[in-house]
Structures are given as C-alpha cells and as structure tokens.
C-alpha cells in the first residue's frame, strides 16, 4: 500500500508518461537468448488481470499516461506481429480504462532486425525512382504502416523516432514516409497529436527546421534526456528556437531511469539522478520554452519500479527529498518494519550505480 501521495496541488509537467519497452528480459539484442532470465519479469506473458493491475499501479505512482513502443524486436519474441499487437492492445484497453493516456512510439523505418527477419523488406529504390515512389520499398512501409495503425484508435499521440537513421538515405523520402503514417492514424483518429523524438542527433536545430518546412511544425519535438547529446548552451539554443517558432517541447527520457534490459538487465537506482537533472531543468531551458510532456524508460519492469515511482513524484514535484521519495515506497511496499532496511540496500545500490555518485 503506496501511502497518500505528497504531491504539488499543480504538476510541474503536465504529461507524465511511463515507456513501457518492448523487448523481453531473455532477449538480449536479438543476438542470444538467456535461458535462465526470471521470465516474471517479462511483462509480455502478464495475464488481462496481471496488465490491468500494472498499469493501475503506475497510475497510483503519478503518471498520467504511458507510451507504449512497437518494435520488430517483440514480433519474434511473440512470434508474430499480430500477437504482439495483441498484448499492446490489452495494455491500451487497460490504460484507457484507467483514465492514462496512450503514446504509441514507432520506429518506423526499421523492419528488419533484432532476430525480425522478413525477406519482403526492402528500402533501394530502382535506379531512377525514389524510395517513395518504388512499388516494392512503398510496399514495405505499407505493410507495417497498415499495422502500426491498428492502434490509432486507442492512440492519443503517434511519435517517431527521429528519421529512422541506416534505413532511407533521402530525407526528402523520411518526411514523405512521415506524412504517410500520421495520415494513416489520423484517418482513424483525427484527433491525435503527433511527436518526434530527437533521440541523440547532433543536429537538433537543423532537424526542427526541416520538420517546420516539411509541414511538422504542430508536432510535439521531444528532446533527448541524454547529457552528451548537447554540448553547453545547445539546449538552450534548442528551447530559443523552439520558442521563435512556437514549437511544443517534450523530453523523451532514455538511460536516465536506468539501461535498456536487452544490453544489461542490472538494476538501478537512480533517484539522486533524476532529482539532479530535472532541477537542472525546470531551472534552465523550461523557463525558456516549457516542457509539458516528458516520459521515462520502464525496462526492467518490477524491479525498476523504485525509481519509477521516484520519477512520478519528481515530475510533480522536483524540489522533493529523493531520501524521503524511497523510503516511501519501501515502507508502502514491504511496511514499517522491513522498509527501513529496503531503504537502505536500494541507497547503497544507488551509491554504486548511479552516473551521479561514480562521478563524485
């Protein structure tokens, strides 16, 4: 039992969203699968009742919403694209039932990797043609655009990552290809917004630009959570143009929370860290041009729900004690007697973990 929540009467960001990543703890990059991997873990195999209850858990947390992912990655884990789909169409029904809205995050020129093979794929144009134009590269995007659009009416904003880099080399036919998959959503859903994640481009002003004059210029830019992706000042530089052109900023949060779980399924802690970086934040570039949206990677699933819940009451409120943030949920979860030594193992996993403390 989660204790009533301490939270500002007005969140600090209006959109608080949970990433709920699609791998599985046994699949590490489609390379190897790791046999003995805790499979409870593995949200993939939760029941109606076991997902239902997990989404009512992130609610309890703070969050407002969750952003769901389709990746290849998943298709071969499940052994398909529809049974797959299926399981984020029971996370929908669930979130949407518990009042949370639903990003739908698609990587939407990768359709052929992480132990996803399908021979149809194809992104070279014949000599003469562009990969929009060609019968057999647009048959691709076709086919798993037509898919990804499944979810449109469950879907209150479509986001992109980035434009796809490795896949098309044009980026006359990436924002062609853009246009396509949000005219597929909106012809199911007419009143759902559209983002991009910036991922860790270096070329973050450069790409807004493009967007603007490709006709993006109402999407949501979600700018990456990552340090090194902006050298000094080029957040900054970033939220000023944002503002000269009236662009709606996000944070799309990656390897802040933690790792992904397919490359090094350890857990982290990392409460001080997000306390750190969100302050810097709502500190800095927020007051240049407000963020409203920001969503956080949920890999490890139960056991990363410590920094999760961190996050949420964090995204609320960032002036709170990161100290008295764990030892709430220690103590809601394991009670006023066992808390305390929770509390105490989860700080000194922070202490080793954390980018901020192995800094120090």
Not at 246 to 266: F, H, R
Not at 331 to 338: K, S, T
Request: charged share 20%; with cysteine; hydrophobic share 35%.
């Amino acid at each position: 039992v989660i204790p009533e929540l301490h939270l500002s009467e007005t969140p600090w960001i209006a959109n608080r969203e949970w990433t709920l990543c699609p791998w599985a703890p046994n699949l590490v990059r489609g390379v190897f699968t790791n046999p003995d991997a805790d499979k409870r873990l593995n949200v993939w195999m939760y029941s109606d009742t076991q997902i239902e209850n997990y989404v009512n858990m992130y609610d309890s947390f703070g969050f407002s919403g969750c952003q769901l992912m389709e990746t290849v990655a998943n298709y071969s884990i499940l052994g398909s694209k529809e049974a797959f789909r299926g399981r984020l169409k029971t996370f929908a029904r669930s979130l949407k039932k518990n009042g949370q809205d639903v990003s739908l995050w698609v990587w939407a020129a990768q359709f052929n990797d992480y132990g996803w093979t399908d021979p149809s794929v194809t992104y070279t144009p014949a000599k003469g043609k562009t990969a929009f134009e060609d019968p057999a590269v647009r048959a691709t995007f076709e086919k798993y655009y037509n898919g990804y659009a499944e979810m449109a009416p469950y879907v209150d904003m479509l986001i992109t990552h980035f434009y796809d880099p490795g896949s098309l080399e044009d980026r006359a036919d990436v924002f062609k290809y853009m246009h396509l998959v949000l005219d597929k959503f909106k012809s199911k859903n007419p009143n759902m917004k559209m983002g991009v994640d910036l991922w860790a481009s270096s070329s973050h002003s450069e790409y807004m630009q493009q967007l603007i004059d490709n006709g993006f210029g109402d999407a949501v830019l979600l700018e990456s959570s990552i340090p090194h992706s902006y050298p000094a000042g080029k957040r900054e530089e970033l939220h000023r143009q944002a503002k000269q052109h009236n662009i709606k900023m996000g944070v799309w949060g990656w390897y802040t929370a933690e790792m992904e779980t397919d490359q090094l399924p350890t857990m982290y802690v990392n409460t001080k860290v997000l306390k750190h970086f969100y302050q810097q934040i709502k500190d800095g570039v927020d007051k240049i041009q407000p963020i409203s949206y920001w969503s956080e990677m949920e890999a490890y699933h139960l056991n990363n729900i410590f920094t999760m819940y961190s996050s949420a009451q964090l995204l609320w409120n960032p002036n709170r004690d990161p100290d008295e943030i764990l030892r709430e949920i220690s103590e809601g979860i394991w009670g006023a007697r066992n808390g305390p030594a929770i509390t105490e193992a989860l700080k000194l996993i922070q202490q080793f973990s954390s980018i901020e403390d192995a800094e120090t």
